[in-house]
């Protein structure tokens, strides 16, 4: 697509080629928490937002979504997959990853640059890059990138970008979340996270889905609500990393932060797109709460018939959760060509994005056997 600004001319088209995922083995329901750790189910509470939380009125639509949940044990989680003993992120990254190049009919001397955005990678202090690029035989260049939640799309931004500007011909883009590694089975932010990898090719190719447009924003405001801090598990008494949630701090940020934010980002990719949001076919929200998707959908005013929640099929599996809800919609058929499509990411202590595509003809990697052959309401 020509774009024209006033500013540059955008003549090199950058087209989303083949959208693949990957799973671990194990897929964990309720009731296993419910035959393993009965006393657990009995005496949590929720492991983050709780009831008393409704009497905070500064985010009506946040509020009216989060009461159909609180009362709910597990959130509104039903499914999550976690890692098994012979299972590593850089497993999972790997078999997305040659899906995808299987899927866009191109082979590694095709690749002209890497983009890797573990969250986390296997080993500490570094990102994935070079372990796959050395697997996939690669030959130019890998990079590492992160923006927390928000790593798949800002990964694609910039492969976009690469690809309009003529420097690169074809990017591959690997996104993984693992918080299986992060957090212990007995504890209760086991209900709500998962781990899942996703991958894309963006290539210059007019037949593929289209960017039109978008905006990023930091979430600054967030700062000190998530983090990860390393102590003694409860199951191995081993030290390990953990996904921290701070209490009533991340509770107010996070809720306070989340209509401003959605509305920025969404209102800039609509006039970076020169598009009105009733010009939009279908929506892709990522999900860290199972009421997200619905908080969106009324905070926007939009047709809850034009868009769908993984959360309790996946729970949250953070900067992947977007990558894996577009692959459903195409997977599914709920996004067909000449489609536009708006993907809202939200990462705490990072930053926010959306995106406007206009849908062409995108392979989809092969279904994972053990996920959902359906996303349909719980």
């Excluded at 409704?54 to 009362?71: G, I, P, S, T």
């Amino acid at each position: 697509m020509q774009k024209d600004d006033g500013r540059n001319k955008i003549t090199i088209p950058a087209g989303l080629k083949s959208i693949a995922i990957a799973l671990p083995q194990k897929k964990y329901d309720n009731y296993y928490w419910v035959e393993n750790w009965p006393q657990l189910v009995e005496r949590e509470t929720g492991w983050l937002w709780k009831r008393n939380d409704l009497q905070n009125n500064r985010n009506k639509h946040f509020n009216e979504q989060m009461a159909n949940y609180v009362d709910d044990i597990f959130r509104g989680a039903r499914y999550r997959y976690f890692l098994d003993h012979d299972e590593t992120v850089f497993s999972l990254e790997l078999k997305a990853a040659e899906e995808a190049l299987k899927q866009a009919q191109l082979t590694s001397s095709n690749i002209d640059l890497l983009i890797s955005t573990s969250f986390l990678a296997d080993q500490v202090g570094e990102g994935s890059s070079a372990y796959l690029a050395k697997a996939l035989d690669l030959q130019h260049s890998a990079w590492n990138m992160e923006s927390a939640c928000s790593s798949f799309t800002v990964a694609y931004d910039t492969a976009v970008g690469l690809v309009q500007s003529g420097r690169y011909k074809n990017i591959l883009v690997v996104t993984s979340c693992c918080y299986s590694k992060n957090v212990d089975l007995n504890t209760p932010l086991a209900f709500g996270v998962g781990d899942a990898a996703v991958s894309i090719v963006v290539s210059a190719d007019t037949s593929c889905a289209g960017y039109l447009g978008g905006c990023n924003r930091h979430s600054a405001e967030t700062i000190g609500s998530v983090s990860f801090e390393t102590s003694t598990s409860r199951e191995t008494g081993n030290l390990k990393h953990y996904l921290t949630p701070h209490g009533e701090v991340a509770r107010e940020r996070l809720r306070d932060m989340s209509e401003p934010l959605l509305k920025h980002c969404v209102e800039g990719a609509l006039i970076d797109a020169q598009l009105n949001l009733d010009d939009l076919d279908y929506f892709i929200f990522n999900s860290p709460m199972a009421w997200y998707t619905e908080f969106c959908v009324k905070t926007l005013g939009i047709s809850p018939e034009k868009t769908h929640n993984i959360f309790p099929y996946y729970t949250n599996i953070g900067s992947s959760l977007p990558g894996v809800s577009l692959y459903h919609a195409a997977y599914e058929g709920k996004i067909l060509q000449g489609d536009k499509v708006l993907i809202y990411t939200v990462g705490s202590v990072s930053s926010c994005m959306a995106l406007i595509l206009e849908w062409g003809d995108t392979n989809t990697g092969r279904l994972p056997v053990n996920a959902p052959k359906k996303i349909e309401v719980i």
